[in-house]
């Protein structure tokens, strides 16, 4: 099992996907690549503070990750049981968890390299295979993405193997089995509240208890 820092950093890099309407055209390995060197530049970027390069890494992400189909796979079967509203307040929260979570670790980054795979496509789904080069052993971290107009969105991503929408499914359909829907929309509140007033930096982001 990969340590903590290790398991959140990767997710750092496997959230920071994006670019403005110059990638528009690009196919999903050249968004990887231009878009993950471009936050690496950011990252290392010793002018920047802290604030400003969170800001800057958090408004790329919003352009470019389908948060709502990431939410709706990550509810799985109860998104059909589930309300109207209580699928708009699931996405919300959902998408401001990882957000807070992810960018929150970006303080972590360690000169990590990122080397680029494979490429496959398949109609208007994609993955694109890169490897996280640390010191001493690379990891495999791949990116799922689909095809909406000329963008490639990511919505998934798959470290050493394991998928991170399914860490995220697996351990809601215990919570709603439990508590229901409503219980973990509760839970997933208390976590974005104590992200944003720092508590809660340092947990497992699968955590929701």
Same mark, same amino acid.
């Given at each position: *099992?990969?340590?903590? $820092?290790?398991?959140?950093?990767? %997710?750092?890099?496997?959230?920071?996907?994006?670019?403005?309407?110059? #990638?528009? =055209?690009?196919?999903?390995? +050249?968004?990887?690549?231009? %878009?993950? /060197?471009?936050?690496?530049?950011?990252? &290392?970027?010793?002018?920047?503070?802290?604030?400003?390069?969170?800001?800057?890494?958090? =408004?790329?992400?919003?352009?470019?990750?389908?948060?709502?189909? *990431?939410?709706?796979? =990550?509810?799985?079967?109860?998104?059909?049981?589930?309300?109207?509203?209580?699928?708009?307040?699931?996405?919300?929260?959902?998408? +401001?968890?990882?957000? #807070?979570?992810?960018?929150?670790?970006?303080?972590?980054? $360690? /000169?990590?390299? !990122? &080397?680029?795979?494979?490429?496959?496509?398949?109609?208007?789904? =994609?993955?694109?295979? %890169?490897?996280?080069?640390? &010191? /001493?052993? +690379?990891?495999?971290?791949?990116?799922?993405?689909? $095809?909406?107009?000329?963008?490639?969105?990511?919505?998934?991503?798959?470290?050493?193997? !394991?998928?991170?929408?399914?860490?995220?499914? @697996?351990?809601? #359909?215990?919570?709603?089995?439990?508590?229901?829907?409503?219980? #973990?929309?509760?839970?997933?509140?208390?976590?974005?509240?104590?992200?944003?007033?720092?508590?809660? !930096?340092?947990?497992?982001?699968?955590? +929701? @208890?």
């Amino acid at each position: *099992m990969l340590p903590r $820092r290790t398991t959140f950093l990767l %997710t750092a890099f496997v959230l920071i996907f994006c670019q403005g309407p110059t #990638l528009a =055209a690009a196919g999903p390995a +050249e968004q990887v690549r231009e %878009t993950v /060197d471009d936050v690496l530049v950011v990252l &290392r970027d010793p002018n920047l503070e802290r604030s400003d390069r969170h800001s800057r890494v958090r =408004a790329t992400i919003g352009n470019r990750f389908d948060f709502p189909l *990431m939410a709706r796979s =990550a509810l799985s079967v109860n998104w059909k049981k589930a309300t109207q509203e209580q699928k708009r307040r699931f996405v919300d929260l959902f998408t +401001e968890l990882l957000l #807070l979570t992810y960018i929150g670790r970006l303080d972590e980054y $360690r /000169d990590e390299a !990122v &080397r680029y795979g494979d490429e496959k496509i398949r109609d208007k789904r =994609a993955t694109v295979s %890169t490897f996280v080069v640390s &010191r /001493d052993k +690379e990891i495999p971290v791949d990116y799922r993405l689909r $095809r909406k107009a000329d963008d490639w969105l990511v919505y998934d991503v798959v470290i050493e193997h !394991v998928s991170q929408v399914s860490n995220y499914r @697996n351990s809601y #359909l215990g919570i709603v089995e439990d508590v229901g829907i409503d219980g #973990l929309l509760s839970r997933l509140e208390a976590k974005v509240d104590g992200l944003q007033s720092g508590k809660a !930096v340092g947990e497992n982001p699968n955590s +929701e @208890n």
